[in-house]
């Protein structure tokens, strides 16, 4: 059976409520054709865990830069992001936070002593009055351009509490930046130096992929990212069918 064939066979299995199915075909699909965008977008709509389902949108992005859908669920996510962080947190949700010892990047702020909780209250505040108008914008933009935190602060400060959640095993999705650190392909400091330029083209308003930051830094060569992409890719995937 083609890969169109088997395509559609997912698509049938997931519209009939059998999303498990149809995500087993999505996998062996991308296994063989690691490019077929399609596949990649319904595998992000069958995936329960946000970190995922990022992933296989951000991977969409490193295929076709432009794509409308993946930009869309992207920013979907973000905004789903943002209502989770203002939303006050239901009992459950609360005890689990409190036992995984798991916190959000502003109360890992001011934990760390990075801002002030008065600083952290008027960042929200505009976070959430920015968001109301139809803008997303993330903390720790409103931090930056307040200039409360540094973009080096930031972006050590997302490391630190990433490595928390890993130890508290939530959250260990493995980004390519850091399998590209792992795999001794690039430094920890060449790692957070494209992040902050990233972050610095995104509020000039471009937007561009870690690995294509990495290639046109001369950091690594396109043979190595795309080596890296499909091994990660790999990875990913057995993730997916453990999950």
């Not at 077929?36 to 992000?44: F, G």
């Not at 209250?121 to 540094?150: F, H, N």
Request: proline share 2%; hydrophobic share 40%.
């Amino acid at each position: 059976m083609d890969t169109q064939s088997r395509f559609a066979q997912a698509r049938a299995a997931i519209a009939a409520g059998r999303r498990d199915e149809g995500r087993t075909i999505l996998v062996s699909i991308l296994r063989e054709a690691p490019t077929y965008v399609p596949a990649w977008l319904w595998l992000s709509g069958v995936l329960d865990d946000p970190a995922k389902r990022r992933e296989c949108l951000e991977r969409v992005l490193a295929i076709d830069p432009h794509n409308a859908a993946a930009l869309h669920g992207l920013e979907v996510l973000d905004m789903q992001s943002v209502a989770d962080s203002a939303r006050e947190p239901t009992a459950a949700e609360a005890a689990a936070h409190q036992e995984a010892k798991v916190q959000r990047l502003g109360e890992y702020l001011v934990q760390q002593r990075m801002i002030t909780q008065q600083q952290l209250d008027a960042a929200l505040r505009e976070q959430q009055q920015e968001t109301r108008y139809g803008r997303m914008v993330p903390l720790g933009d409103i931090l930056l351009r307040r200039r409360w935190l540094t973009l080096q602060a930031l972006t050590r400060a997302l490391e630190l509490q990433k490595e928390d959640r890993v130890k508290a095993g939530v959250g260990s999705t493995e980004r390519l930046g850091e399998y590209l650190v792992k795999q001794y392909i690039i430094s920890e400091r060449q790692l957070e130096e494209v992040i902050a330029r990233q972050a610095a083209l995104k509020r000039q308003g471009q937007s561009f992929q870690l690995g294509e930051l990495l290639v046109l830094s001369g950091m690594i060569s396109r043979q190595q990212l795309q080596r890296a992409i499909d091994e990660h890719q790999q990875q990913f995937m057995r993730q997916i069918d453990n999950s």
